[in-house]
């Protein structure tokens, strides 16, 4: 009734499904969470002090990579000594007659500032220079500096803003985060990361801690100056007292 089948010569065993090797996944070409080629826009805020050329040196050996292309950003306040934006500021009618008759002698000064912050940005610039990184200067001009600089980093699209942390305001101790009042704003208020760059007290570069305790010792003296001296008591004598003392 029934019928053996004779397994032929060239028919293959068969294999349980569930031990077959699985197949081989797709290779696919692994890219680096940040290539090399990566093209960065970045922002040194600069204003022209000691600090600002530590943060600059800073970026460059710490922070900036190749393809990077920099904006050494500098926000020029503009001074009650010229220009006509003068702030809250109201001159006397004397300062404004002087004014309007030295009108050229204003754009003058202007034009020899725009010179000297072009040159001193420069200088600041030659850690770039030596490490071959692309950049241009951005010189603006504002009564509000902190609000100028955050409107810049959105108008040229920028991916960081790099600063330092005492050449912007002076003032330390912000939150105890040792930030001045305009990296603390521009913290809390640009639309990119902001690196704040700490410049190294006197232990660390051997300058800045002599000159600050220097200034706040004179400081100290004139806010001495202006405090009230007490008045000593004046002892009263009648004259006949006097004479007595006198012929004693």
Same mark, same amino acid.
């Given at each position: *009734?029934?019928? #053996? +089948? !004779?397994?032929?010569?060239?028919?293959?065993? $068969?294999?349980?499904?569930? @031990?077959?090797?699985? =197949?081989?996944?797709?290779? $696919?070409? %692994?890219?680096?969470?940040? =290539? !090399? !080629? &990566?093209?960065?826009?970045? &922002? %040194? #805020? +600069?204003?022209?002090?000691?600090?600002? !050329?530590y943060a600059v040196r800073w970026a460059v050996q710490n922070y900036l990579r190749a393809g990077d292309a920099v904006v050494? $950003?500098? @926000?020029?306040?503009?001074?009650?000594?010229?220009? #006509?934006?003068?702030?809250? %500021?109201?001159?006397?009618?004397k300062n404004k007659c002087e004014n309007d008759s030295n009108n050229g002698s204003q754009q003058e000064i202007d034009k020899e500032l725009s010179i000297l912050t072009t040159r001193k940005a420069n200088t600041l610039a030659q850690p770039l220079v030596d490490a071959k990184i692309p950049f241009k200067i951005h010189v603006v001009k504002d009564r509000d500096m902190k609000e100028r600089l955050c409107l810049e980093v959105e108008r040229l699209g920028l991916? &960081? @803003? %790099? *600063?330092?942390?005492?050449?912007?305001?002076?003032?330390?101790?912000? /939150?105890?985060?040792?930030?001045?009042?305009v990296s603390y704003y521009c913290v809390n208020h640009c639309i990119c990361p902001v690196v704040v760059v700490r410049y190294p007290d006197e232990d660390e570069s051997g300058i800045g801690r002599a000159e600050r305790v220097t200034k706040k010792k004179i400081v100290d003296e004139? +806010?001495?100056?202006? /405090?009230? @001296?007490?008045?000593?008591e004046v002892e009263y004598q009648d004259a006949e007292e006097e004479e007595h003392n006198a012929d004693a």
């Open positions: *009734m029934g019928k #053996a +089948i !004779a397994d032929s010569p060239n028919s293959s065993p $068969l294999m349980n499904p569930s @031990v077959l090797p699985p =197949p081989p996944l797709p290779s $696919l070409p %692994i890219q680096p969470t940040f =290539p !090399a !080629a &990566a093209h960065r826009r970045l &922002a %040194i #805020a +600069i204003d022209l002090s000691d600090e600002s !050329a050494l $950003l500098h @926000v020029r306040p503009t001074s009650v000594l010229y220009g #006509a934006d003068w702030g809250s %500021i109201t001159p006397n009618s991916s &960081a @803003v %790099i *600063m330092g942390s005492r050449g912007f305001g002076g003032t330390r101790g912000r /939150l105890g985060l040792g930030l001045g009042s004139d +806010i001495q100056l202006l /405090l009230p @001296v007490p008045e000593e």
